[in-house]
Structure formats: structure tokens, C-alpha cells
């Protein structure tokens, strides 16, 4: 069974930093493009950073780049998102999904294919 558990999410002030774990379970962890998502409410889901060790390639949508940082690791079977200064209008629920069916940029401009794994979610809140 495939199992993604978020962790690490907070309250944090803007210009601080936090930084995200999705432990996976239950799946060819290298196989798989696993990427992070975010929604806030009243807005839609949107994809923040995905990455993919066999394909060798990492996504990062427009707002984050230079600020976050994806980064995986095979023995453990997890991924990271080390998210630095933070902004305000980077609060929302951040989830993980994983999709042996697309690559990176893909999953994060068009979102996993229909039946992807999600996790729970965790709330990351930057305070002005």
C-alpha cells in the first residue's frame, strides 16, 4: 500500500524558513516522480516543486524558484522541500504525491495522473 506522511509544516514569520518531509511507503521510491503541492483556501490546488532522481530533473513553479530547494533521499525513502524566505502569500496546506507516469515539470505544471497517491497535508502559516 502506498503511504505518503507529511511532517514539518508550522508557523513561521516571513523571511524565516521551515523545511517539509514526505516519508513514502509502499513503492519503488527511485522509480517515481514525488512533488509537493500547495492550496490555500478559496484557491485552487497548485504544484510547487517535483523531482525525480531516475529521470535526473527537478520543477520549481515561478514563485518559488531561488527560494525553495527539493532534494530526496533513497535510503530513506524521502523527500524534502527546504522552503527559505518565506512570504505571506506562501501560507496553505502543503502535500506530497507521487506518479510513475510523468516527469517532473510535468506533474507540476498539469498536476499526477488521475488516481495518484496524496498525504494528508501539512499547514505551513507565514505571519507578516
Known amino acids: 500500500e502506498v503511504q505518503l506522511v507529511e511532517s514539518g509544516g508550522g508557523l513561521v514569520q516571513a523571511g524565516g524558513s521551515l523545511r517539509l518531509s514526505c516519508a513514502t511507503s509502499?513503492?519503488?521510491?527511485?522509480?517515481?516522480?514525488i512533488g509537493w503541492f500547495r492550496q490555500a483556501p478559496g484557491k485552487d490546488r497548485e504544484g510547487v516543486s517535483c523531482?525525480?532522481?531516475?529521470?535526473?530533473?527537478?520543477y520549481y513553479r515561478e514563485s518559488v524558484k531561488g527560494r525553495f530547494t527539493i532534494s530526496s533521499d533513497n535510503a530513506k525513502k524521502t523527500v524534502y522541500l527546504q522552503m527559505n524566505s518565506l512570504k505571506p502569500e506562501d501560507t496553505a496546506v502543503y502535500y506530497c504525491?507521487?506518479?510513475?507516469?510523468?516527469?517532473?515539470?510535468?506533474?507540476?505544471?498539469?498536476?499526477?495522473?488521475?488516481?495518484?497517491?496524496w498525504g494528508q497535508g501539512t499547514q505551513v502559516t507565514v505571519a507578516t
Open positions: 509502499g513503492f519503488t521510491f527511485g522509480d517515481y516522480t
Open positions: 504525491t507521487t506518479d510513475a507516469l510523468t516527469s517532473p515539470r510535468a506533474m507540476g505544471v498539469f498536476g499526477p495522473t488521475l488516481g495518484a497517491h
Open positions: 523531482i525525480s532522481e531516475s529521470k535526473g530533473s527537478a
